[in-house]
């Protein structure tokens, strides 16, 4: 089975909420659980790296509540995403996890293990790329004002990407094709079911998805959005778990220094920075980001 063929599971965490999932890979060894980033969907998450992933372990991809094939309120805020995957988790019995989180899914990731209950999660492993930690001392915001233009466009195209995850250069753009064709392999002949788009692709849903993703992105921003339970840098160096923090050399969208920040405050953190690459690179390095993360969660 691969991610291009596995079938959808669904899971009723609440009344209002359904949570769309996949698992499968190797039979046996910790799950690893993979959280997609700003407007993706597991749909749209990258084959290559994913395949290469459940070589080894078990995998579990998610839809995060109201987008994607998932159902209910889309949340507003990181750590409601956080409790929702918290309670998902639980409902499954899965016990102990190691977590890989992209962008958006890397501050979820980080809130998942922060706020976890010990006596029904253990995080074993935590993986957080292309991210940042919520607001502190250090951390930047991006100096592209067009960010928020190429990331909330009406129709998401390849050509957002380009800008948004890749290098600028023939190399890039090479990569960002490559990766394009490889997250539109999962279709309905090969999955044998509805494949879900982007969120808010078309503004069909009134961008409704893609205002409450901003709002959670905004909210990690501040230092309001930062405190207690709703924020990780002031728990960053109380966090016990080995944690490894990747990016590109240059995030356009997230400033790679932020990575570097976050490896400084965390108690027990390593730091990989790939060259020629930006937010996307381990999707135009997946072959050898898998490789690392492998050896992460082997060690």
Known sequence: MTHQT???????????????????????????????HFR???????????NLLS????????????VGLSTGPVATSIAQSADDILLFLSLLDISSADVLGFSLGGMVAQLITLNADPA??????????GSTPSFGPGVQTTPNEDVG??????????????????WKDEEGNEAAEAWWARVNERTEGTAGERVASWVS??????????????????????????????????????????VLVANGADDYMIPTVNS?????????????????????????????FAKHVELFLGA
Do not use: C
Request: no cysteine; net charge positive; aromatic share 12%.
């Open 6 to 36: 596995a079938k959808t599971s669904f899971l009723s965490i609440s009344q209002d909420k359904t949570i769309a999932y996949r698992r499968f890979g190797a039979p046996n060894g910790t799950p690893l659980l993979i959280l997609t």
């Open 149 to 166: 233009v190429y990331a909330g466009v009406k129709d998401v195209t390849v050509d957002a990407f380009k800008t948004l995850f890749f």
């Open 55 to 66: 070589r080894s372990r078990p995998v579990i991809l998610i839809d995060y509540t109201g």
């Open 40 to 50: 993706g969907v597991m749909d749209k998450f990258d084959p290559l790296l994913i």
């Open 260 to 288: 570097f920040v976050m490896q400084q405050e965390l108690g027990n953190g390593q730091l990989v920075v790939y060259p020629k690459s930006g937010h996307g690179f381990l999707f135009q390095y997946a072959e050898l």
């Open 120 to 129: 029904k999660l253990q995080v074993r492993k935590l993986i957080v790329t």
């Open 201 to 242: 692709q078309g503004f069909e849903d009134g961008a409704v998805g893609l205002q409450a993703q901003i709002a959670q992105a905004s909210g990690w921003g501040t230092e309001e959005g930062s405190r207690g339970r709703e924020g990780s840098w002031a728990r960053l160096k109380g966090l016990g778990v080995p």
